[in-house]
């Protein structure tokens, strides 16, 4: 069946923007989580969401990072006033459940704000 | 919280030769261990993974990693690789509750003809 999609596959935007990074993961799976990828940093956990509630929002870098997750499928992303520092690859992984640890991850977007 | 340390930023060797890709982590509580790969321009791929029972797990391309409670390691081994294999091997944690995968810097497996 079709893997974890995500759209779009590269944004680039101006420092100020907001940007919206979108996630559909494998049908069926319950979990679903947002990671970045950066050369400084590394891959960073941001947040995870069980169906459509994410318990801990305590990973997000900053109040202007955002997520949402509708009808137990699509999640978006959401960076408001977009910084330089936020250029990053945004990944996003589904699971069939928390408890099985197999996390399939997307292609990515990769963010640039100029 | 968990981290991981893989020693190694690259690691360069010929092909056909073994390599050992190393790893270790810091967690106090049990814990779930991973193997990701990225080859170039592509997504993460699972690669194996230790969740419990035998300590020796393999993977389909030949591949195999032990965990090591003691020494807190989860090397990753190959007895011999192909110039498929060049790709950025990431070993990540998932244990104690922790919704999210913590993740190492990345081994950059470097094949040379």
């Known amino acids: 069946g079709a893997g974890v999609s995500q759209s779009p596959s590269n944004k680039v935007t101006e420092k100020g923007k907001d940007v919206e990074l979108r996630c559909d993961p494998i049908?069926?799976?319950?979990?679903l989580y947002w990671y970045r990828q950066s050369l400084g940093q590394g891959l960073e956990f941001l947040i995870y969401?069980?169906?459509?509630?994410?318990?801990?929002k305590s990973g997000l870098p900053s109040d202007r990072f955002s997520a949402e997750r509708t009808g137990g499928s699509v999640s978006t992303l959401t960076i408001q006033r977009t910084q330089q520092e936020d250029s990053a690859v945004y990944l996003c992984?589904?699971?069939?459940?928390?408890?099985?640890?197999?996390?399939?991850f997307g292609p990515g977007t990769r963010l640039t704000v100029l | 919280a968990q981290s991981v340390t893989q020693l190694d930023s690259q690691v360069p060797v010929f092909e056909e030769a073994p390599v050992e890709l190393r790893c270790n982590y810091s967690?106090?509580?049990?814990?779930?261990l991973f193997w990701y790969v990225q080859y170039p321009n592509q997504g993460l791929q699972l690669l194996l993974k230790?969740?419990?029972?035998?300590?020796l797990v393999e993977s389909i391309n030949g591949f195999e990693a032990e965990f090591n409670k003691s020494q807190t390691s989860f090397h990753l081994r190959k007895p011999s690789v192909h110039i498929s294999d060049t790709a950025e091997y990431f070993c990540?944690?998932?244990?104690?509750?922790?919704?999210?995968?913590?993740f190492g810097k990345g081994t950059h497996l470097i094949i040379q003809p």
């Open positions: 967690s106090s509580v049990s814990v779930y």
């Open positions: 992984a589904s699971a069939w459940d928390r408890a099985t640890d197999t996390q399939y």
């Open positions: 049908s069926g799976h319950t979990a």
């Open positions: 969401f069980q169906g459509n509630s994410a318990p801990d």
């Open positions: 990540a944690v998932k244990g104690g509750g922790a919704d999210g995968l913590t």
């Open positions: 230790y969740l419990s029972g035998s300590t």
